[in-house]
């Protein structure tokens, strides 16, 4: 399909009938529903034309409110601000069921063919497809669903869109009416901060409802176009899972959540098998099966009802006994319904006893602390003189001797030390009842230093669990600038440990190693953060090849580009072979859940999608996606002058002022939204660094000003140009995939920004030169991104993404006043004491609308 077809199929598809299915909200059976939409398009067009002639939102609002007398007395203002807040967010809702059910009808921009193109490659092809089987035995794709505050729709809320999705597909217009009046009256906020485990549950729909089908599904379509059998390919899907396990600067985390998440990702999947089975059960009324079924049905229905206390793994009974029910059906019964059993055995292969990887995650320092505390406590049993190994790195190493012991927890303790040993002494119960698969990985953020792996592998071993079976990876998780520059130094010191060395070869040889994105965009800005990334895999693959290590990247990706999101599946395709690429691993967080994954002909698409990367990048590997020693250099360069224009910028003494003063900064920390606190060190005054870089991001994406999506981009841009080196960058542009992504992501999100919303700062006293330093660098990288990609504006080449961004920014334009409104109004006190909690209330609520709107935040 071409672009301009695409685009077409977009407005009729997508964007006539939102319109259309809009206007079922006028005639819902509630009143105020029905003044607030009649309204509601007048407020709009009125915000649209006071952001054109550059007026404050106070001029905008209270310019508004003039023309209607109804609207005098605060209370009535403030009613109908909130009333437009649930309106709107209840149209974004309609927006993304809209857009999710004309998934297939619009086709997507990406003109990869997936999946379904290396296919018929392989149909025509032998050789190719024995190429293409070797690779699937080795490469697998793990999505790792995390906890992080970019979006949170209630299950009934999910539910509800999933359904609208599938009566929009059929234009059933009496059950979508009936939908909308649901949505109408349900609840889209939490009365009280989410606990680790309600965010769990909350995470726990999209298992339930989406993964489970959809894993086997594309495990079955591979084997049966492959002519693969199942028994000879690896797991090719894996899930992991952080609520509950990730722990780090999150005190409400405990080795009590950590349990009961464990115990109820089990109890939910063993209810999935149930429902599943009592499919089969109704179908397969045969002679032959009654024992196996029997044991089955015991099995299923006990561990989804009568779970134990401290169940075990039973993955082994179960395949054993689906597959003698295969064996019958097709040995006396013609194989009839074998494939609602293959189906259900495919699953069970794929989730065993556990559902997905439950990944354990803390700070170094807590990690540290504990090792000292344990070593202070109990100097003959550790051997550790804990004073004479203070601050020296190399003296710490030679100390940690793998001793095996029991220590235990004794008088008062630091309650994150406490955790840290409960934890480690709980992974063997999680273990026991769901294969080491269950919980495998201990994930080190903040990791500067080889001892602090190592440090981590002596905790195990003095909890009680012995070097022999030591079945736990440790995952380094380098995220700074500075961190990741000296990332390949801290695995050569851990290669060339020799219990660590020996630890490795029990797991495989295989190693993980984590990147993040968010803190390193946060730290050095976003061209930095991407090549500083792409470098450290570069060296940790060379040095990881030279000890024969089996590397995993793991990324932590946010949605939006600023914190390594966008066009994902075109980075995987386009690493180079100086970049190990056989396992695929990213987190998937927030919007990035609901918009990719929420619905089954999504999720399917972008899993495809990542597999298709994984094995196009070793099939047929371009030449560009390799940088030459000259490319390297020029963007180096370019990441240089990038990383100080952005270190500038966060050196200004106005830098995090305007962000309290004019984002919704303050408020994320009182909206239920997320069990974790919005910065570290959450009592003491803010400080850049405690920032999370999840609020850093999301509050510059409320002010449609994504610094961190593109600032100093076109600083860096200029300095090319400037020293005769623009050919070679647009070089660059053309052929390698890398840097291709990293300027198509840069300028999705500036498509999300909207400077003229903010234009009446350009006159303010305080703020007024620090705005215009920022739109200076937003046109200047606009400009050169244009000239650099041929484009007359910015995402040409999408056009629609482009279009789907744009509605989406209208409809939530109105929000974005009324959220400045408030926010100015509280800075400059000119609200009465007992209607200050009334605005900063909505200030949430409005905060909620633009990030489910944003579906890719920045």
Known sequence: MRLSQKKAAFQNEVLTRFDLFKSLFLTLPFQRVKHTGTLLPFFTTHCEKGVEEHQSPEVIIESFFGQYEQYVQEDDRLDLLFRIVQYVERQVVLFDAVEDSAFRAVGKSDETGGIESIFRVAQSNP?????IVERLKEMSVR???TAHPTQFYPGPVLSIINDLIDELKKNDIPQIHLLLQQLGKTPFINKEKPTPVD????????????????????????????????DDTSQLIELGFWPGGDRDGNPNVTWESTKKVATLLRTILFRCYYRDFRIVKRRITFRGVEKYLDNLQNLFYDNSFNPSENPIDETETILFNLSEVIRVLNEDHNGLFVELVEDLKRKVQTFGCYFTTLDIRQDSSALRDTFDWLAATYPEETGIDITAVKGNEDAKEKSIQFTEANLALQGTVDPLVEDTIKVIQLIKGIQASGSERA??????????????????????LWQGWSKEELSMDFVPLFETVDDLKHAADVMRSLYSNPAYAKHLKKRANKQTIMLGFSDSTKDGGYLMANWSIYKAKIELTAISREYDVDLVFFDGRGGPPARGGGKTQRFYASMGKEIENNHIQLTIQGQTISSQYGSLDSAKYNIEQLLHAGIISDLHQKVGDTLTPKQKDVIDHMAAESHEKFLALRKHPLFLKYLETLSPLKALSSINISSRPVKRNSDRELRLEDLRA???????????????????????????????LWSYVKNLYETSGMFNTVIDNCMMSMTKSNFNITTYMKEDKQFGEFWTMLKDEYDRTK???????????LMENYPVEKASIMEREKIILPLLIIQHYAIRLLENKKVSEENAEVYRKLIGRTIYGVVNAGRNLA
């Open 127 to 131: 050789q190719v497809k024995k190429q």
């Open 783 to 793: 400009s050169f991104l244009l000239k650099l990609t041929g484009m007359n504006e």
């Open 199 to 230: 965010e769990a549950i909350s995470l726990a729909w999209y298992l339930e409802n989406v993964f489970y089908r959809v894993a086997s599904e594309i495990q079955a379509k591979i084997d049966n176009e492959l002519e693969i059998s199942a």
């Open 439 to 460: 919980v495998q990985r201990f994930i080190i953020s903040n990791c500067q230093k080889a001892s602090d792996i190592l440090g981590l592998m002596q905790l195990f």
């Open 694 to 724: 999840i609020s850093f991001v999301t509050s510059w994406s409320q002010l449609k000003q994504n610094i961190p999506g593109f600032y100093g981009v076109g600083t860096a841009l200029q300095w090319a140009e400037d020293n005769n």
């Open 143 to 145: 999505l790792v669903l």
